[in-house]
């Protein structure tokens, strides 16, 4: 275990509590002029909380949404009592971004708690302010002696499991915010844009699963007010409210928040009779930009011109995060048994970005975060042909297709001897965890590595995939269900935990239920070539 104290910031839960209410009571900044009119109607409220992401040793984005135009202010602090707080001016939030904003907070203290608030200001009169917003989260420690540790998963609100106040909606993210993460990775599928949310759907024991509804979720998503209805559905829930102002996010992600097992270039096949919009190309620019404006990712801002959600997260001596896209820059789905493919699920850009950044990290861990496994037999039955959703097609021989690919940086981190490497994923809706050995393989030249996987977070679950040795996996823990999308209610909801120790430098990963409970636990020793 990493040497955070168990309880290292006492007042954080109080700074939840009072996230989204009691808070109108704090001071609020002078230099807006004078004393906010609380009296006075129509201030703008930020019902949808906040949300950190992308933080660094000295900086950090922070995400809010105004129901009006509203100009953003945020202030921070090392203690709850705002005392001589800094200010930081945001973006003024109108209907071009959905009344979302980010903020960019520089030049903060390493490894330190950072309390801040929301300020939503009326744009034509300062006075005119609504109840501030506060939320709390930790810089990247410069040194490696308090550890780190963080929490992973994905799939929300998939295959019409939506917020079911009956089950008091996403527990799971109470569960998660115990642990007092640094922050939590998502690794994709933040919402079924795809997937519509009834009010009632019925279960095998003859029960009735209800959901909160909203018009935008009550068809496919095509139009951009749609693909931002999706994302402020889940922000309807407390439980993932509370969380987003405790715990900082690095957010990825995968088909579902465009379209199933979508890729560029695809025609909706005209049988499809959902969509009235036939090209993906189309739906996935509206979908990337709400994307965009609902999560504080730092290469998706107006100031970073990167424009991709792939990208290198460092924190700290122990630990950088390299955050793949396996969306975007693929070939298109198919049988996937090609002798060449230099495009593969990353495309070759990326890839030579990963390669690049892999060789460049000093880093005693260097988890890649995935939005598919690599040895999972992932179908795509779409259009009713045995295409290939992910990497493994089945051939247990020598890579074929998107194979190649990884075979390809597999063998770099080999040969340049990086060590370290651990892969971290979702996607398929259970939580496992393989181990890859070359003695077991088709394809030889690379070193043993660990892939983890958890998830969903509140969606279907489903029976464990099928493995494809080329690259020697072996399941080394698996749950499952035996039945095809298991509600929440049937439990079967997960995420992981990762804890780097800072002494040992020792990573420890956790499976663990809905519930927090642990399901299976494996320590790696750091300085192994692969892992």
């Known amino acids: 275990?990493?040497?955070?104290?168990?309880?290292?910031?006492?007042?954080?839960?109080?700074?939840?509590?009072?996230?989204?209410?009691?808070?109108?009571?704090?001071?609020?900044?002078?230099?807006?002029?004078?004393?906010?009119?609380?009296?006075?109607?129509?201030?703008?409220?930020a019902g949808w909380g906040v949300q950190t992401g992308d933080v660094t040793a000295n900086s950090g984005l922070v995400w809010v949404r105004s129901d009006r135009p509203a100009r953003m202010i945020v202030e921070t602090s090392a203690t709850e009592s705002f005392r001589n707080p800094r200010r930081w001016q945001g973006p003024l939030l109108g209907s071009d971004t959905d009344f979302t904003g980010t903020t960019r907070l520089r030049g903060l203290p390493a490894g330190e708690q950072i309390h801040y608030r929301v300020l939503l200001a009326d744009p034509d009169d300062p006075r005119?302010?609504?109840?501030?917003?506060?939320?709390?989260?930790?810089?990247?420690?410069?040194?490696?002696?308090?550890?780190?540790?963080f929490l992973w998963s994905g799939d929300l609100a998939g295959q019409g499991w939506g917020i079911n106040p009956d089950l008091g909606g996403y527990r799971i993210y109470d569960a998660m915010a115990e642990l007092d993460p640094d922050f939590f990775l998502c690794s994709g599928d933040n919402?079924?844009?795809?997937?519509?949310?009834?009010?009632?759907?019925?279960?095998?024991?003859g029960s009735t699963w209800r959901n909160i509804t909203t018009e935008e979720k009550s068809k496919v998503a095509e139009t951009l007010a749609e693909f931002r209805g999706n994302f402020r559905y889940n922000l309807l829930d407390e439980n993932?409210?509370?969380?987003?102002?405790?715990?900082?996010?690095?957010?990825?992600?995968?088909?579902?928040?465009?379209?199933?097992?979508?890729?560029?270039?695809?025609?909706?096949?005209a049988s499809d009779t959902r969509y009235t919009e036939k090209n993906v190309d189309v739906l996935a620019a509206r979908g990337r930009r709400a994307f965009s404006e609902y999560f504080?990712?730092?290469?998706?801002?107006?100031?970073?011109?990167?424009?991709?959600?792939?990208?290198?997260?460092?924190?700290?001596?122990?630990?950088?995060?390299?955050?793949?896209?396996?969306?975007?820059?693929?070939?298109?789905?198919?049988?996937?048994?090609?002798?060449?493919?230099?495009?593969?699920?990353?495309?070759?850009?990326?890839?030579?970005?990963?390669?690049?950044?892999?060789?460049?990290?000093?880093a005693v861990w260097k988890v890649i975060a995935a939005d598919m496994p690599l040895g999972l037999v992932v179908p795509d039955a779409t259009e009713g042909k045995p295409n290939i959703e992910a990497v493994a097609q089945g051939d247990p021989g020598a890579p074929l297709g998107r194979e190649l690919q990884i075979a390809e940086l597999?063998?770099?981190?080999?040969?340049?001897?990086?060590?370290?490497?651990?892969?971290?994923t979702a996607d398929v809706h259970h939580t496992s965890a393989q181990h890859y050995q070359p003695s077991r393989a088709?394809?030889?030249?690379?070193?043993?590595?660990?892939?983890?996987?958890?998830?969903?977070?509140?969606?279907?679950?489903?029976?464990?995939?099928?493995?494809?040795?080329?690259?020697?996996?072996?399941?080394?823990?698996?749950?499952?269900?035996?039945?095809?999308?298991?509600?929440?209610?049937?439990?079967?909801?997960?995420?992981?935990e990762v804890d780097i120790d800072g002494d040992s430098g020792e990573l420890t990963v956790r499976l663990r239920e809905q519930d927090g409970t642990v399901l299976f636990t494996q320590v790696l020793q750091p300085g192994r070539v692969g892992q």
């Open 191 to 205: 919402i079924y844009a795809d997937g519509p949310i009834t009010a009632t759907a019925a279960l095998p024991d």
């Open 296 to 362: 504080p990712l730092s290469t998706l801002q107006p100031d970073n011109q990167d424009g991709r959600v792939y990208r290198v997260l460092r924190q700290g001596p122990l630990l950088d995060v390299f955050v793949l896209d396996m969306r975007t820059y693929r070939n298109a789905n198919s049988p996937d048994t090609q002798t060449t493919d230099p495009q593969g699920i990353l495309g070759a850009e990326q890839l030579e970005w990963l390669k690049r950044e892999l060789s460049r990290s000093r």
């Open 1 to 45: 275990m990493s040497h955070r104290p168990q309880h290292p910031f006492p007042g954080r839960r109080s700074v939840l509590r009072g996230s989204l209410a009691a808070s109108a009571a704090l001071a609020l900044p002078t230099a807006l002029g004078a004393a906010p009119a609380f009296a006075l109607s129509g201030r703008p409220k």
């Open 410 to 424: 597999l063998r770099f981190v080999k040969h340049r001897r990086i060590t370290g490497t651990v892969w971290l």
């Open 128 to 149: 005119r302010t609504g109840e501030p917003v506060t939320g709390t989260f930790r810089t990247t420690p410069r040194g490696r002696r308090d550890g780190v540790r």
């Open 240 to 269: 993932l409210k509370r969380f987003n102002a405790q715990v900082p996010s690095i957010i990825q992600w995968d088909d579902h928040e465009v379209r199933n097992n979508w890729y560029p270039g695809e025609v909706i096949a």
């Open 442 to 496: 088709a394809f030889t030249d690379f070193e043993p590595f660990w892939e983890f996987i958890s998830g969903p977070l509140n969606a279907g679950a489903f029976p464990a995939s099928a493995l494809d040795n080329t690259f020697g996996p072996e399941r080394v823990f698996v749950k499952a269900p035996t039945a095809s999308n298991v509600s929440p209610a049937g439990g079967y909801q997960f995420f992981g």
